[in-house]
């Protein structure tokens, strides 16, 4: 079965600093992969997604991420923290043999110090 | 012009009472889903329709039952609360694309169980 894990249930990083948020998923046929965020009281957006057309992938507010098929990773990451990107990130995935469901990871509270 | 809309957002109850919460997509997809969040922030699924048809069912109490009147609504009724229950319950849509579209969500319904 499918899993995701992000590592670091919580990450705090400086404005104006590098932001890197790890996923790994285990899947031995390469799987679709995605980021969300979620505001506090509000539902998950997506940032970006992988469907293996680039293995580098650039979505909303800056942030990208890259899919290496060799450590079975899809970390996400953005040059330069903002405040307004202290929320809750999940890295899911789904299967390509259309069991339509999603796994998504614990989640990773990111903080943003002033 | 929201996407997927729930009703209501907070819902406040006793325990042993009976709820619904409803569901709204105007997005035109296929596929829609219920998640629960409990208060670490994990996503666990319960249920997916695909057409009207019901395709996922997790491990979930026989307290809560799915209805799906159409493939725009997805609605969720659960009897007997009880206070595990108490959590934040996603509506999300997705198109059926072999697992490659992103999943779109509302914004949820915070259920406390007093």
């Known amino acids: 079965a499918q899993s995701v894990t992000q590592l670091g249930s919580h990450v705090s990083v400086s404005e104006g600093a590098l932001v890197l948020l790890r996923c790994n998923y285990s899947s031995s046929v390469p799987p679709y992969l995605f980021w969300y965020v979620q505001y506090p009281n509000q539902g998950l957006q997506l940032l970006l997604k992988y469907t293996s057309a680039a293995t580098l992938v650039k979505g909303i507010n800056g942030f990208e991420a890259e899919f290496k098929k060799s450590e079975t990773s899809f970390h996400l990451t953005k040059p330069s923290a903002h405040m307004s990107d202290a929320a809750e990130y999940f890295c899911?995935?789904?299967?390509?043999?259309?069991?339509?469901?999603?796994?998504f990871g614990t989640g990773t509270r990111l903080k943003v110090l002033a | 012009d929201t996407a997927v809309s729930q009703t209501p957002k907070y819902l406040v109850t006793q325990m042993g009472n009976d709820k619904s919460i409803k569901c709204e997509q105007n997005l035109g997809h296929d596929t829609m889903y219920w998640y629960k969040q409990d208060s670490k922030k994990f996503l666990k699924i319960m249920f997916s329709?695909?057409?009207?048809?019901?395709?996922i069912n997790e491990t979930v109490p026989n307290r809560f039952s799915p209805k799906s009147p159409d493939k725009a609504h997805l609605n969720l009724h659960i009897n007997s609360l009880e206070l595990g229950d108490s959590a934040v319950y996603f509506c999300?849509?997705?198109?059926?694309?072999?697992?490659?579209?992103?999943?779109?969500f509302g914004d949820g319904t915070r259920l406390s169980i007093l």
């Open positions: 999300a849509s997705s198109q059926a694309d072999r697992g490659s579209q992103p999943q779109h």
């Open positions: 329709y695909n057409n009207k048809e019901l395709i």
């Open positions: 899911a995935v789904s299967e390509p043999s259309g069991t339509y469901k999603y796994i």
